[in-house]
């Protein structure tokens, strides 16, 4: 990106024409990032809570009283509870590589719990390793010379921009253009075809579509041999989802199961691009797992301009141990995953008693938030927030840290995206009475009188522990090299087949049988497993009988971005899609407020009543604040905590919910 400042101001921020990914575009929540970083949620010095939890009341204190607070719980519930009832709640409100990773150092040296990151990537990268065996893939450049794309559980409009623009090109010299999708989401209202799935049903398809390959003769065998296992085996699973079968699984006809099988079999180049949105099933990862066996059967990533592709994380083998310290942990400790924050703050025995908040907003993207709330107005939890604004969470804190904008201070980013990594200097002077994130816990470490070295080094010192500069993937990436602000490159191939030397499986090979799945006594071939909380259910579809789905918003950034007057304009306001069908039976005008609810929680927004999605599928684009929302409530109100089939990930759109009007229960002039 490249930003002009003006005196104390950001004038504009605008992409890099010389990016070799970006080539001058950036997103609109970044090109009107102004709006954020100026936001009258902004917090510009430490405060201390003066009103109940919640309320958000507050009365600025300095660094040294904050750090005092901070410290005195440090010492005194490690030593009534031990250090484990001490717990790091943090995310990815910023990538910079050591204010998002290093400052794991300073929860390891007080012994406190460890943190399960796995909300994210963690259940589609499970499902990706147990296929093609590393997170990697064809380089998404290559798009442009592909002559069929299928986007299959991605946003790429709003949540990978820059991938359209290759499908641009690909598609003036003719390239089909497929999204598979429960709702026609921005990318899918401009495909050639927009295959409107059931919701974790995907499997399913996938499978129908290597039956279809393997009876038609679509298959290339030369590839099978050479580079796959387990085709025998696949065969055979395949057989059992035919067409038919699978057209009543997924409620597609049989003529586009066919059509689309038919198309990838025949494509001189098809390129599949897997989103994560399928992977946030129960059934998740083994959904992503069985769609990346489909290039094994045609051969996609040697066919030039065809491939498959999830993420580029797998390429930065950072020394991790270096980064975080593990090391300095005096002893072992529990680990608590981050998806069952509610149940941790509300069931665990021994309790979580200090909670350090940081670069993330738990109240609004943890499933199960109604458990996350009782949990954060406990009296007896002790809460630390550090962010940029007054988040729903920060609402909740003892002590509120304020953190600068990724403009005022310097780190390393790389992409899970792409392949590029590059460091991003201070474009503009702090702002304000903040500390990086870095800098808040080594602070702190210094009152505490912890005198490890590693506490204490600059991000630069840390970078350069850090890197591998000796690895395959990260050949010649130093700190100086980098030091030019210049993106540098993994080593993948830019526009070849990342995978003509082989797989990264314990076999070497793309594993249509998997013998670690098996290994974990788990199905070691691709399946379609419905989940329990499900349309397919009927004792809980009599209660709940809607599925509920909440990806990305187009304006906002998870959560971040929900305090930017652009933003929220441009957004417009909270709703939830409904069929007309549905909302007719429960007497629902567009416009109208309506109650969604499960026995997990409930939540108010608007109704949008629209035929983008499909019947008993409902949809509401997630990010905005629960406080922004009619009646203070977010929809992680109604999502599980329960974790993914492999990868212990989030399931936020494995969901029951029912609907009802609620145009008297909300009084708007509260929001
Ligand atoms: N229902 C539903 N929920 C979801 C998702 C979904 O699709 N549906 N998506 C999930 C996904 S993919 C993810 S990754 C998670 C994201 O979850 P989080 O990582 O919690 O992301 P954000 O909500 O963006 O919150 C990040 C916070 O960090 C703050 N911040 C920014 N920069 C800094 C900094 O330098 N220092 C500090 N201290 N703070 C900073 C921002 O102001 C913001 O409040 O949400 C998940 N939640
Ligand atoms: N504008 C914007 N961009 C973002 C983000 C944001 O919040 N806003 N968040 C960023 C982050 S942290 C992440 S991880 C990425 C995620 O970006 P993506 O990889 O695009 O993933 P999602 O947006 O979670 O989901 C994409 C699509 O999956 C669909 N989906 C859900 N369940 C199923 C299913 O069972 N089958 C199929 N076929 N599709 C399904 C959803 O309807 C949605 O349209 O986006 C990043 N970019
Ligand atoms: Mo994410």
């Known amino acids: 990106m490249l930003v002009d400042i003006e005196g104390e101001r950001i004038k504009s921020v605008r992409g890099d024409p010389e990016h070799p990914v970006t080539r001058g575009a950036v997103c609109t929540k970044l090109t009107h990032y102004s709006s954020v970083a100026e936001s009258a949620d902004r917090i510009w010095s430490p405060q201390k809570r003066v009103g109940p939890k919640g309320r958000?009341?507050?009365?600025?204190?300095?660094w040294d009283e904050a750090a005092a607070l901070i410290c005195e719980q440090i010492v005194s519930v490690s030593k009534e509870f031990g250090s484990s009832a001490i717990l790091p709640y943090t995310y990815t409100g910023t990538m910079g590589i050591v204010n998002r990773y290093a400052i794991e150092r300073f929860f390891h040296a007080i012994n406190a719990s460890q943190l399960r990151r796995s909300i994210c990537v963690d259940s589609a990268y499970a499902g990706w390793t147990a296929t093609i065996g590393k997170v990697i893939g064809t380089d998404c450049s290559r798009m442009r010379d592909a002559d069929l794309i299928v986007l299959w559980g991605i946003n790429a409009m709003?949540?990978?921009?820059?991938?359209?623009?290759h499908i641009a090109q690909a598609r003036a010299k003719g390239a089909r253009f497929v999204v598979i999708d429960p709702y026609k989401n921005r990318t899918a209202a401009i495909a050639d075809l927009h295959i409107k799935i059931k919701p974790g049903t995907d499997a399913a398809l996938a499978l129908a579509i290597a039956h279809v390959l393997i009876e038609e003769n679509l298959i290339d065998l030369d590839y099978i041999e050479k580079y796959t296992l387990g085709f025998e085996e696949l065969k055979k699973r395949a057989e059992e989802y035919s067409p038919a079968r699978v057209a009543e699984i997924t409620g597609l006809p049989v003529s586009t199961i066919l059509d689309l099988a038919r198309a990838y079999g025949r494509a001189r180049a098809p390129f599949l691009r897997i989103g994560f949105g399928l992977s946030r099933n129960l059934n998740g990862a083994m959904m992503v797992r069985t769609v990346a066996c489909l290039p094994g059967l045609v051969g996609a990533f040697r066919k030039p301009g065809g491939g498959c592709f999830l993420a580029s994380g797998g390429v930065w083998d950072f020394d991790s141990d270096k980064l975080r310290r593990p090391d300095l942990m005096a002893a072992p400790t529990r680990t608590i995953n981050m998806v069952q924050l509610g149940q941790a703050l509300t069931e665990l025995d021994p309790p979580v008693k200090l909670l350090y908040v940081c670069a993330a907003n738990p109240a609004t993207v943890t499933p199960d938030s109604s458990k996350i709330l009782r949990g954060l107005a406990r009296a007896d939890l002790f809460t630390v927030v550090h962010d940029q604004v007054l988040t729903d969470t920060a609402r909740f804190a003892d002590v509120l840290l304020p953190?600068?904008?990724f403009l005022e201070y310097t780190d390393w980013y790389r992409s899970y995206g792409h392949y590029y990594i590059q460091k991003g200097g201070a474009a503009m002077a702090r702002q304000g009475d903040t500390k990086t994130n870095w800098e808040a816990v080594s602070f702190f470490a210094g009152k505490l009188g912890l005198t490890e070295k590693a506490l204490f080094e600059t991000p630069e010192e840390i970078m350069g522990q850090c890197l591998r500069p000796d690895s395959p993937f990260m050949r010649g990436i130093t700190l100086e090299a980098l030091d030019s602000g210049k993106p540098m490159r993994a080593h993948v191939s830019a526009d070849g087949d990342p995978f003509e030397h082989g797989f990264f499986t314990p076999s070497g090979k793309l594993e249509f049988f998997s013998s670690s799945l098996a290994d974990q006594g788990l199905d070691p071939l691709p399946a379609h497993v419905?989940?329990?909380?499900?349309?397919?259910?009927?004792?809980m579809t009599a209660r709940y009988p809607l599925h509920f789905m909440t990806p990305p918003s187009h304006f906002f950034l998870n959560a971040s971005c929900g305090s930017g007057a652009y933003h929220k304009k441009q957004q417009g306001r909270p709703t939830v899609k409904v069929t007309p069908e549905d909302a007719e039976i429960r007497g629902i005008k567009d416009g109208d407020i309506v109650r969604?609810?499960?026995?997990?929680g409930e939540c108010f927004t608007y109704a949008e009543v629209t035929d983008v999605v499909q019947p008993r599928v409902i949809v509401a684009e997630a990010g905005w604040w629960a406080s922004r929302m009619p009646g203070g409530k977010g929809v992680n109100q109604l999502t599980t905590e329960e974790l993914t089939d492999l990868g212990e990930g989030a399931a936020f759109?494995?969901?029951?919910v029912e609907l009802e009007i609620a145009n008297s229960q909300i009084n708007l002039a509260a929001f």
Request: net charge negative; hydrophobic share 25%; charged share 15%.
């Open 158 to 165: 709003s949540t990978n921009m820059h991938i359209m623009t």
């Open 596 to 600: 969604i609810y499960n026995d997990r």
């Open 653 to 656: 759109h494995t969901c029951l």
């Open 56 to 62: 958000g009341e507050f009365t600025p204190i300095s």
């Open 403 to 405: 953190a600068p904008t």
């Open 530 to 539: 419905s989940t329990t909380e499900g349309l397919t259910n009927e004792a």
